[in-house]
């Protein structure tokens, strides 16, 4: 048996067993089981990525189960994923973050209690998720098919502030073939040494707001049979919000500052370190109405800068690491054009709940490019002499949820995307009309 699968199983039968350390089982801890299941399908028509053409489709699957034991103190948890995806063709762009089919995606056991001046803390080791403040860079993966994990240690102390602080090996999901994916093969994912990540987070009350500080360390080399960016930077930043109230407005300010070095790609002829230095902003402001249909109104505006000179010896595209971006940039999937590298992005959103059972949302954005030699990376475009402009075009979404019991919920949404001029005119831009994206997803709970 492979080595990662081997202590994949002896932490797995310790957690099932009800005997995990001494103190935990002195505990008699309490255990429980529960689990989600969500079936979605989606259609693209008139694509937008490089070389692409036509119509795509694809059924993706994911199950959830997580088996949770709890005591005074000690703490432990093994939650299992099987994301599959069927009805997908050649051109579709499938990758781990679609497929990641029974594997064990948190596996971890944890010691929780209290300081003698009344100070909460609690400390696990393991395989686990997180979610990090804004999730724009550390996130659990709502949206996407597979969820984001990593192995090592994550310390949670509460004082007046909430602080974080953890030291990981991302998961590396497998398999990545994409013969292997697109037949939903099982093969269990693994941690390599040569990449590490670790951060320290701190939020707390300032007056009416909230001020959030956090630091974040990536760290990759090649090895063990990985090829990596060799990305070694750090990503400084604040976040200063005030939560939604009726009758209020409501605001966030998020930035961030990476330094260090990376290089262009992955392949093992690239031996240039180059300068890493990278910029991000978020900022909205919104209003909480206080009428029947519980309306919001934002006003939003994101920029993640990009590579100004494709031949100097810097790097200037902000990286993301490992947040999720539905919840400002739409949905991901078999569509998803824009992430957080290379944009200047304005937009402004409705939120509303008709009924009790009823919430939904329409959006608007328009892209830029934030330098115009530099790509969009999600469509695999870029133009180096930046004669194809920086506009890339407009969004439309909307989204319609029904909880239609405790344990069922359907979702609808989609979204239309009117091509710019750098969609139409770059290299390798198909020759298609704008982009039309819908999807359709069932979700059940249970416990």
Request: aromatic share 14%; charged share 25%; glycine share 8%.
């Amino acid at each position: 048996m492979p080595a990662k699968a081997h202590r994949l199983l002896v932490l797995t039968l310790l957690l099932l067993s009800g005997a995990p350390p001494r103190s935990m089982a002195e505990e008699s801890p309490v255990w429980s089981l529960d689990g989600t299941y969500r079936l979605r399908y989606e259609s693209l028509d008139q694509p937008f990525r490089a070389n692409a053409s036509g119509s795509d489709q694809i059924l993706v699957s994911r199950l959830l189960l997580s088996l949770k034991g709890r005591g005074e103190h000690g703490f432990s948890e093994l939650e299992l994923q099987d994301s599959r995806a069927w009805l997908d063709d050649s051109d579709t762009p499938l990758g781990t973050d679609d497929v990641n089919a029974f594997e064990p995606l948190q596996a971890y056991l944890g010691w929780q209690g209290t300081t003698n001046s009344g100070d909460a803390f609690a400390v696990k080791a393991g395989r686990f998720t997180m979610d990090i403040g804004s999730r724009r860079f550390v996130a659990r993966n709502r949206f996407r098919n597979t969820i984001n994990a990593f192995t090592g240690v994550h310390v949670d102390w509460k004082t007046s502030w909430h602080w974080q602080a953890y030291y990981t090996l991302p998961v590396q999901r497998q398999p990545n073939a994409r013969n292997e994916l697109d037949a939903n093969e099982i093969e269990f994912d693994e941690e390599f040494r040569n990449v590490r990540f670790w951060g320290l987070d701190g939020a707390g009350k300032v007056g009416v707001a909230n001020l959030e500080l956090f630091w974040f360390a990536l760290q990759e080399r090649d090895g063990g049979g990985l090829a990596t960016d060799n990305q070694d930077f750090y990503t400084l930043g604040a976040r200063w919000w005030r939560a939604p109230s009726a009758r209020h407005w409501d605001y966030e300010v998020e930035a961030a500052y990476q330094f260090g070095e990376s290089r262009n790609s992955a392949a093992p002829t690239d031996t240039n370190n180059l300068d890493h230095r990278a910029s991000f902003l978020h900022s909205h402001l919104g209003y909480q109405f206080d009428d029947t249909w519980q309306s919001r109104l934002t006003v939003e505006f994101d920029y993640a800068s990009g590579d100004k000179n494709p031949t100097d010896n810097e790097s200037n595209r902000f990286v993301t690491l490992f947040g999720a971006r539905r919840f400002d940039f739409g949905p991901t999937g078999i569509y998803g054009p824009i992430i957080r590298g290379n944009i200047i992005t304005p937009g402004l959103q409705w939120e509303f709940a008709p009924t009790d059972i009823v919430r939904a949302f329409v959006g608007y954005r328009a892209f830029w490019l934030a330098e115009k030699r530099d790509g969009l990376t999600a469509a695999g475009l870029r133009d180096i002499s930046g004669n194809s402009g920086r506009f890339v075009g407009q969004q439309l979404e909307a989204r319609w949820q029904l909880n239609v019991a405790a344990q069922w919920q359907v979702e609808l949404g989609g979204a239309y995307l009117m091509k710019g001029e750098f969609l139409k005119d770059a290299p390798n831009a198909p020759d298609t009309g704008d982009t039309i994206y819908v999807y359709s997803q069932i979700v059940y709970r249970f416990e």
